[in-house]
Protein backbone atom coordinates (compact mmCIF):
# COMPACT_ATOMS: atom_id res chain seq x y z
CA UNK A 1 0.00 0.00 0.00
CA UNK A 2 1.33 3.16 -0.86
CA UNK A 3 2.05 5.87 2.18
CA UNK A 4 0.45 9.48 2.16
CA UNK A 5 3.02 12.05 2.32
CA UNK A 6 2.10 14.04 4.61
CA UNK A 7 5.14 16.27 5.25
CA UNK A 8 6.20 18.42 1.89
CA UNK A 9 9.88 17.61 2.30
CA UNK A 10 9.18 13.88 1.97
CA UNK A 11 9.54 13.19 -1.61
CA UNK A 12 7.02 11.10 -3.65
CA UNK A 13 8.41 8.48 -5.16
CA UNK A 14 7.41 6.27 -8.46
CA UNK A 15 8.60 2.53 -7.54
CA UNK A 16 8.08 0.79 -11.15
CA UNK A 17 8.72 -2.57 -11.22
CA UNK A 18 8.94 -4.22 -14.69
CA UNK A 19 9.25 -7.57 -15.79
CA UNK A 20 10.15 -8.77 -12.33
CA UNK A 21 9.19 -11.89 -10.49
CA UNK A 22 6.53 -10.78 -8.21
CA UNK A 23 8.36 -11.97 -4.71
CA UNK A 24 11.34 -9.71 -5.87
CA UNK A 25 9.27 -7.42 -6.79
CA UNK A 26 8.02 -7.22 -3.27
CA UNK A 27 11.47 -8.11 -1.66
CA UNK A 28 12.10 -4.38 -3.68
CA UNK A 29 9.45 -2.36 -2.19
CA UNK A 30 9.74 -3.70 1.22
CA UNK A 31 13.08 -2.22 1.11
CA UNK A 32 11.94 1.04 -0.52
CA UNK A 33 9.66 1.21 2.41
CA UNK A 34 12.35 1.91 5.02
CA UNK A 35 13.66 5.29 3.01
CA UNK A 36 11.95 8.56 4.36
CA UNK A 37 9.47 8.62 1.25
CA UNK A 38 5.87 7.93 -0.03
CA UNK A 39 6.38 5.27 -1.82
CA UNK A 40 3.60 4.71 -4.55
CA UNK A 41 4.08 1.73 -6.24
CA UNK A 42 3.25 0.06 -9.79
CA UNK A 43 4.24 -3.78 -10.90
CA UNK A 44 4.39 -3.92 -14.04
CA UNK A 45 4.31 -8.09 -14.98
CA UNK A 46 5.57 -7.28 -18.50
CA UNK A 47 7.54 -5.01 -20.74
CA UNK A 48 5.78 -1.23 -21.30
CA UNK A 49 6.18 0.68 -24.18
CA UNK A 50 4.11 3.50 -25.95
CA UNK A 51 1.90 0.34 -27.63
CA UNK A 52 1.97 -1.41 -24.33
CA UNK A 53 0.85 1.72 -21.81
CA UNK A 54 0.71 0.30 -18.32
CA UNK A 55 -2.29 1.66 -16.42
CA UNK A 56 -0.60 3.35 -13.57
CA UNK A 57 -2.52 4.77 -10.58
CA UNK A 58 -2.80 8.48 -10.78
CA UNK A 59 -0.25 8.46 -7.20
CA UNK A 60 2.19 7.26 -9.48
CA UNK A 61 1.79 9.09 -12.67
CA UNK A 62 2.26 12.25 -10.34
CA UNK A 63 5.31 11.28 -8.70
CA UNK A 64 7.82 13.77 -7.97
CA UNK A 65 10.85 11.08 -9.21
CA UNK A 66 10.83 7.56 -10.33
CA UNK A 67 12.75 4.49 -9.09
CA UNK A 68 12.22 1.70 -11.94
CA UNK A 69 13.73 -1.93 -11.98
CA UNK A 70 13.62 -3.64 -15.23
CA UNK A 71 14.47 -7.13 -15.41
CA UNK A 72 16.78 -7.27 -18.86
CA UNK A 73 17.19 -11.37 -19.16
CA UNK A 74 14.44 -12.19 -20.53
CA UNK A 75 14.00 -9.83 -24.19
CA UNK A 76 16.82 -7.29 -23.94
CA UNK A 77 15.06 -4.87 -26.69
CA UNK A 78 11.91 -5.06 -24.68
CA UNK A 79 14.25 -4.02 -21.80
CA UNK A 80 15.71 -1.19 -23.61
CA UNK A 81 12.11 -0.14 -24.62
CA UNK A 82 10.63 0.19 -21.34
CA UNK A 83 13.93 1.93 -20.01
CA UNK A 84 13.19 4.52 -22.76
CA UNK A 85 9.35 4.69 -21.65
CA UNK A 86 9.39 5.56 -18.46
CA UNK A 87 12.20 7.70 -18.51
CA UNK A 88 9.51 9.63 -20.88
CA UNK A 89 7.12 9.48 -18.27
CA UNK A 90 9.21 11.29 -15.79
CA UNK A 91 12.02 13.17 -17.52
CA UNK A 92 15.33 13.87 -15.97
CA UNK A 93 13.47 12.31 -13.14
CA UNK A 94 14.16 9.07 -13.32
CA UNK A 95 16.75 6.50 -11.30
CA UNK A 96 16.98 3.24 -13.67
CA UNK A 97 18.39 0.27 -12.12
CA UNK A 98 18.93 -3.32 -14.24
CA UNK A 99 17.97 -6.44 -13.10
CA UNK A 100 19.83 -9.36 -14.50
CA UNK A 101 21.02 -13.31 -13.07
CA UNK A 102 23.59 -13.00 -15.40
CA UNK A 103 24.85 -9.82 -15.04
CA UNK A 104 26.61 -10.47 -18.22
CA UNK A 105 29.14 -7.61 -19.26
CA UNK A 106 27.65 -6.50 -22.57
CA UNK A 107 24.45 -6.89 -20.95
CA UNK A 108 25.34 -4.31 -18.51
CA UNK A 109 27.10 -2.43 -20.78
CA UNK A 110 23.56 -2.10 -23.15
CA UNK A 111 21.77 -1.19 -19.46
CA UNK A 112 24.57 1.62 -18.98
CA UNK A 113 23.93 3.21 -22.36
CA UNK A 114 20.16 3.41 -21.91
CA UNK A 115 20.55 5.01 -18.89
CA UNK A 116 20.74 2.27 -16.14
CA UNK A 117 23.27 3.63 -13.32
CA UNK A 118 23.34 0.95 -10.67
CA UNK A 119 22.27 -3.31 -11.04
CA UNK A 120 20.68 -5.36 -9.19
CA UNK A 121 21.63 -9.05 -9.78
CA UNK A 122 21.62 -12.61 -8.00
CA UNK A 123 20.20 -12.69 -4.65
CA UNK A 124 18.39 -10.21 -3.80
CA UNK A 125 20.75 -8.73 -0.71
CA UNK A 126 18.12 -5.80 1.68
CA UNK A 127 21.38 -3.71 3.02
CA UNK A 128 23.24 -3.87 -0.41
CA UNK A 129 19.94 -2.95 -1.75
CA UNK A 130 19.02 0.13 0.78
CA UNK A 131 22.66 1.60 0.05
CA UNK A 132 21.60 1.89 -3.49
CA UNK A 133 18.31 3.75 -2.90
CA UNK A 134 20.40 5.78 -0.41
CA UNK A 135 23.00 6.85 -2.82
CA UNK A 136 20.10 7.62 -5.50
CA UNK A 137 18.27 10.18 -2.78
CA UNK A 138 21.71 11.74 -1.89
CA UNK A 139 21.58 12.41 -5.69
CA UNK A 140 18.19 13.65 -5.85
CA UNK A 141 18.76 15.65 -2.68
CA UNK A 142 21.90 17.31 -3.80
CA UNK A 143 19.94 17.92 -7.03
CA UNK A 144 17.34 19.60 -5.03
CA UNK A 145 19.49 21.80 -3.05
CA UNK A 146 21.30 23.76 -5.83
CA UNK A 147 17.86 24.16 -8.27
CA UNK A 148 17.98 28.02 -6.96
CA UNK A 149 21.04 28.32 -8.73
CA UNK A 150 20.62 27.09 -11.85
CA UNK A 151 21.96 28.94 -15.07
CA UNK A 152 20.02 30.21 -18.09
CA UNK A 153 19.65 28.34 -20.97
CA UNK A 154 19.04 31.41 -24.09
CA UNK A 155 18.00 29.99 -27.05
CA UNK A 156 18.46 31.76 -30.80
CA UNK A 157 16.36 30.84 -33.57
CA UNK A 158 16.25 32.34 -37.13
CA UNK A 159 12.91 33.22 -38.62
CA UNK A 160 15.23 32.87 -42.14
CA UNK A 161 18.33 31.51 -42.74
CA UNK A 162 20.86 34.25 -43.35
CA UNK A 163 19.99 36.49 -40.84
CA UNK A 164 23.25 36.83 -38.62
CA UNK A 165 21.62 34.45 -35.60
CA UNK A 166 24.70 32.59 -35.29
CA UNK A 167 26.99 35.53 -34.79
CA UNK A 168 25.10 37.37 -32.81
CA UNK A 169 24.75 34.41 -30.30
CA UNK A 170 28.49 33.76 -30.60
CA UNK A 171 29.07 37.75 -29.59
CA UNK A 172 26.26 37.48 -26.27
CA UNK A 173 27.76 34.46 -25.31
CA UNK A 174 31.46 35.85 -25.68
CA UNK A 175 30.42 39.10 -24.01
CA UNK A 176 29.01 37.79 -21.17
CA UNK A 177 31.80 35.71 -20.51
CA UNK A 178 34.39 39.37 -20.99
CA UNK A 179 32.01 42.01 -19.77
CA UNK A 180 30.75 39.93 -16.87
CA UNK A 181 32.63 37.04 -16.32
CA UNK A 182 29.78 34.57 -16.76
CA UNK A 183 30.74 30.71 -17.15
CA UNK A 184 29.14 30.76 -20.87
CA UNK A 185 29.01 27.50 -22.78
CA UNK A 186 27.82 28.22 -26.50
CA UNK A 187 26.14 25.08 -28.34
CA UNK A 188 26.36 24.78 -31.78
CA UNK A 189 22.86 23.22 -32.08
CA UNK A 190 23.46 22.41 -35.95
CA UNK A 191 22.90 18.74 -37.05
CA UNK A 192 25.79 19.71 -39.29
CA UNK A 193 28.10 22.07 -40.63
CA UNK A 194 27.44 24.80 -37.75
CA UNK A 195 29.97 27.91 -37.89
CA UNK A 196 29.96 29.16 -34.61
CA UNK A 197 34.21 27.56 -34.13
CA UNK A 198 34.37 29.29 -37.69
CA UNK A 199 33.64 32.68 -36.10
CA UNK A 200 35.57 32.32 -33.04
CA UNK A 201 38.76 30.88 -35.08
CA UNK A 202 38.57 27.42 -32.86
CA UNK A 203 38.59 23.86 -34.01
CA UNK A 204 35.96 22.13 -32.61
CA UNK A 205 36.04 19.24 -35.03
CA UNK A 206 36.79 16.74 -32.25
CA UNK A 207 33.64 15.97 -30.67
CA UNK A 208 30.02 18.09 -30.92
CA UNK A 209 27.19 18.85 -28.93
CA UNK A 210 25.22 15.71 -30.59
CA UNK A 211 27.69 12.99 -29.72
CA UNK A 212 27.06 14.51 -25.98
CA UNK A 213 23.59 14.53 -26.05
CA UNK A 214 24.30 10.52 -27.04
CA UNK A 215 25.77 9.81 -24.43
CA UNK A 216 23.38 11.24 -21.48
CA UNK A 217 23.77 8.12 -19.87
CA UNK A 218 27.29 8.63 -18.67
CA UNK A 219 27.10 12.44 -18.55
CA UNK A 220 28.72 14.02 -15.30
CA UNK A 221 31.14 17.22 -15.05
CA UNK A 222 34.38 14.92 -16.21
CA UNK A 223 33.01 13.83 -19.80
CA UNK A 224 31.58 17.09 -20.40
CA UNK A 225 35.09 18.07 -20.47
CA UNK A 226 36.32 15.94 -23.07
CA UNK A 227 33.68 17.22 -25.26
CA UNK A 228 34.44 21.26 -24.33
CA UNK A 229 36.44 23.34 -27.14
CA UNK A 230 37.64 26.89 -25.57
CA UNK A 231 38.06 30.28 -27.06
CA UNK A 232 40.98 32.21 -25.68
CA UNK A 233 37.94 34.63 -23.91
CA UNK A 234 37.35 31.67 -21.81
CA UNK A 235 34.38 31.12 -23.55
CA UNK A 236 33.51 27.45 -23.83
CA UNK A 237 31.68 25.81 -27.08
CA UNK A 238 30.05 22.24 -27.99
CA UNK A 239 30.40 22.02 -31.87
CA UNK A 240 28.05 21.32 -34.50
CA UNK A 241 29.79 18.35 -36.59
CA UNK A 242 31.57 19.62 -39.24
CA UNK A 243 31.19 16.37 -42.09
CA UNK A 244 27.97 16.38 -44.40
CA UNK A 245 25.07 13.34 -44.44
CA UNK A 246 25.48 10.28 -42.23
CA UNK A 247 23.73 12.20 -39.04
CA UNK A 248 21.72 10.23 -36.52
CA UNK A 249 18.69 12.06 -35.18
CA UNK A 250 19.08 13.28 -31.67
CA UNK A 251 16.06 12.28 -29.20
CA UNK A 252 14.07 15.38 -28.00
CA UNK A 253 13.66 14.09 -24.64
CA UNK A 254 17.53 13.45 -24.19
CA UNK A 255 18.30 16.61 -25.46
CA UNK A 256 15.92 18.12 -22.77
CA UNK A 257 18.09 16.17 -20.49
CA UNK A 258 21.16 17.23 -21.55
CA UNK A 259 20.21 20.71 -21.12
CA UNK A 260 19.24 20.58 -17.76
CA UNK A 261 22.55 19.05 -16.99
CA UNK A 262 24.73 21.69 -18.64
CA UNK A 263 22.65 24.53 -16.56
CA UNK A 264 23.83 23.26 -13.86
CA UNK A 265 27.59 23.87 -14.65
CA UNK A 266 27.08 26.94 -16.47
CA UNK A 267 26.02 30.65 -15.51
CA UNK A 268 24.43 30.69 -18.86
CA UNK A 269 24.10 28.38 -22.11
CA UNK A 270 23.42 29.59 -25.33
CA UNK A 271 22.16 27.79 -27.99
CA UNK A 272 22.22 28.50 -31.56
CA UNK A 273 19.95 26.15 -33.29
CA UNK A 274 19.37 26.11 -37.23
CA UNK A 275 16.27 27.96 -38.61
CA UNK A 276 13.09 24.86 -38.08
CA UNK A 277 10.44 23.86 -36.02
CA UNK A 278 10.92 20.31 -35.09
CA UNK A 279 11.07 18.30 -32.69
CA UNK A 280 14.50 18.42 -31.40
CA UNK A 281 14.28 22.50 -31.33
CA UNK A 282 10.97 22.53 -30.02
CA UNK A 283 12.16 20.60 -26.67
CA UNK A 284 15.28 22.88 -26.81
CA UNK A 285 12.84 26.33 -26.74
CA UNK A 286 10.76 24.17 -24.66
CA UNK A 287 13.81 23.70 -21.49
CA UNK A 288 15.15 27.72 -22.38
CA UNK A 289 14.50 30.43 -19.95
CA UNK A 290 14.47 32.78 -23.21
CA UNK A 291 14.32 32.45 -27.09
CA UNK A 292 15.68 35.03 -29.12
CA UNK A 293 13.56 35.08 -32.63
CA UNK A 294 16.14 36.96 -35.38
CA UNK A 295 15.04 38.52 -38.43
CA UNK A 296 16.19 41.23 -40.28
CA UNK A 297 13.69 44.17 -41.62
CA UNK A 298 12.99 42.77 -44.74
CA UNK A 299 9.84 41.47 -46.39
CA UNK A 300 10.94 37.92 -46.45
CA UNK A 301 12.59 37.71 -42.98
CA UNK A 302 9.06 39.86 -41.34
CA UNK A 303 6.93 37.23 -43.35
CA UNK A 304 8.52 34.46 -41.84
CA UNK A 305 9.10 35.66 -38.00
CA UNK A 306 5.27 36.27 -38.48
CA UNK A 307 4.94 32.80 -39.25
CA UNK A 308 7.18 31.46 -36.33
CA UNK A 309 5.76 33.55 -33.81
CA UNK A 310 1.95 32.18 -35.28
CA UNK A 311 3.47 29.07 -34.21
CA UNK A 312 5.09 29.73 -30.98
CA UNK A 313 2.95 31.49 -29.79
CA UNK A 314 -0.13 29.04 -29.75
CA UNK A 315 2.12 27.89 -26.25
CA UNK A 316 1.43 30.68 -23.89
CA UNK A 317 4.71 29.54 -21.83
CA UNK A 318 6.48 30.11 -25.12
CA UNK A 319 4.96 33.18 -25.70
CA UNK A 320 6.66 34.69 -21.86
CA UNK A 321 9.83 33.57 -22.63
CA UNK A 322 9.94 35.20 -26.56
CA UNK A 323 12.26 37.50 -27.53
CA UNK A 324 12.16 39.81 -31.37
CA UNK A 325 15.42 40.69 -32.14
CA UNK A 326 15.85 42.61 -35.46
CA UNK A 327 19.62 42.60 -36.99
CA UNK A 328 20.67 44.85 -39.51
CA UNK A 329 18.13 47.34 -38.95
CA UNK A 330 18.39 50.40 -41.13
CA UNK A 331 16.13 53.25 -41.35
CA UNK A 332 16.70 53.39 -44.54
CA UNK A 333 15.43 51.07 -47.12
CA UNK A 334 13.37 48.34 -44.40
CA UNK A 335 10.43 47.45 -43.09
CA UNK A 336 9.83 49.70 -39.85
CA UNK A 337 9.67 48.65 -36.55
CA UNK A 338 5.53 49.95 -36.07
CA UNK A 339 4.87 47.72 -39.27
CA UNK A 340 6.90 44.60 -38.16
CA UNK A 341 5.30 44.90 -33.98
CA UNK A 342 2.07 45.16 -36.49
CA UNK A 343 2.78 42.00 -38.27
CA UNK A 344 3.89 39.87 -35.50
CA UNK A 345 1.55 41.19 -32.52
CA UNK A 346 4.93 41.33 -30.39
CA UNK A 347 7.37 44.47 -29.02
CA UNK A 348 10.79 44.42 -30.74
CA UNK A 349 13.32 43.38 -27.85
CA UNK A 350 16.36 44.51 -29.59
CA UNK A 351 17.68 46.30 -32.74
CA UNK A 352 20.79 45.71 -33.96
CA UNK A 353 22.95 48.14 -36.02
CA UNK A 354 23.37 47.19 -40.19
CA UNK A 355 27.46 46.68 -39.61
CA UNK A 356 27.36 43.68 -42.19
CA UNK A 357 31.16 45.20 -43.34
CA UNK A 358 32.54 45.14 -39.98
CA UNK A 359 30.15 42.13 -38.70
CA UNK A 360 31.56 39.56 -42.27
CA UNK A 361 35.04 41.02 -41.56
CA UNK A 362 35.22 39.51 -38.16
CA UNK A 363 33.80 36.46 -39.54
CA UNK A 364 36.38 35.66 -42.64
CA UNK A 365 39.27 36.41 -39.47
CA UNK A 366 37.33 34.71 -37.00
CA UNK A 367 37.68 37.13 -34.60
CA UNK A 368 34.43 38.10 -32.86
CA UNK A 369 34.32 42.38 -32.68
CA UNK A 370 35.85 43.03 -29.22
CA UNK A 371 33.66 44.36 -26.18
CA UNK A 372 35.96 47.15 -26.04
CA UNK A 373 35.32 48.36 -30.37
CA UNK A 374 33.58 51.67 -30.17
CA UNK A 375 31.00 50.75 -32.89
CA UNK A 376 27.36 51.33 -32.77
CA UNK A 377 27.11 47.25 -33.04
CA UNK A 378 29.27 46.64 -30.05
CA UNK A 379 27.64 49.57 -27.87
CA UNK A 380 23.72 47.43 -28.39
CA UNK A 381 25.42 44.53 -27.42
CA UNK A 382 26.63 46.02 -24.00
CA UNK A 383 22.76 46.75 -23.69
CA UNK A 384 21.63 43.59 -24.58
CA UNK A 385 24.15 41.23 -22.70
CA UNK A 386 23.77 44.02 -19.46
CA UNK A 387 19.91 43.43 -19.14
CA UNK A 388 21.18 39.39 -19.09
CA UNK A 389 22.97 39.66 -16.43
CA UNK A 390 21.09 42.17 -14.52
CA UNK A 391 24.43 45.23 -14.33
CA UNK A 392 24.52 48.05 -16.19
CA UNK A 393 26.19 48.37 -18.91
CA UNK A 394 30.13 48.98 -18.96
CA UNK A 395 31.84 51.78 -19.49
CA UNK A 396 34.19 51.63 -22.47
CA UNK A 397 37.27 53.70 -22.76
CA UNK A 398 38.00 54.31 -26.34
CA UNK A 399 41.15 52.55 -27.61
CA UNK A 400 43.12 52.32 -30.77
CA UNK A 401 41.98 49.34 -33.25
CA UNK A 402 44.82 46.13 -33.25
CA UNK A 403 45.75 45.29 -36.96
CA UNK A 404 44.30 41.80 -37.75
CA UNK A 405 45.98 39.41 -39.63
CA UNK A 406 43.60 37.84 -42.40
CA UNK A 407 42.75 34.32 -41.57
CA UNK A 408 39.77 32.67 -42.91
CA UNK A 409 40.21 29.57 -40.76
CA UNK A 410 42.66 29.50 -37.67
Not at 19 to 32: K, S, V
Not at 222 to 228: A, D, F, N, S, V
Not at 231 to 259: F, I, N, W, Y
Not at 266 to 275: A, L, S, W
Request: hydrophobic share 40%; charged share 20%; net charge negative.
Amino acid sequence: MAQTNTKPNIPNVALITVGLDPRLADQIAETAAKMLWAVHRADCEGYVSHEKRPPLPQLVKNAQVCVAVIDFDKDIDQAIESANYVQELYPGKTALIASSATMDHQLLLTAMRVGCNDFLGGEFVDPAFLDTLVRINELWTAKAAHTAELGSVLTFFGAKGGVGTTTLAVHIAMYLVQCHQKKTLLIDNHPQLGHACIYLGIDGSRYNFHELVRNLSRLDSELLRGYIATHSSGLEVLSSPDTCGGRKATDPVSMAQTLDFLRSEYDYVIVDCPTALDETNLAVIEASNQVFIVATPEIGAVRDLSRHVDVLSENEQNTEKLKVVINRFSAQHAVSVGQIEKAIRLPIAFKLPNCYAEVTRAGILGEPIGYKVKSEFSAQLHKWVSSLAGAAAPHIEETAPKKAKFSLWK
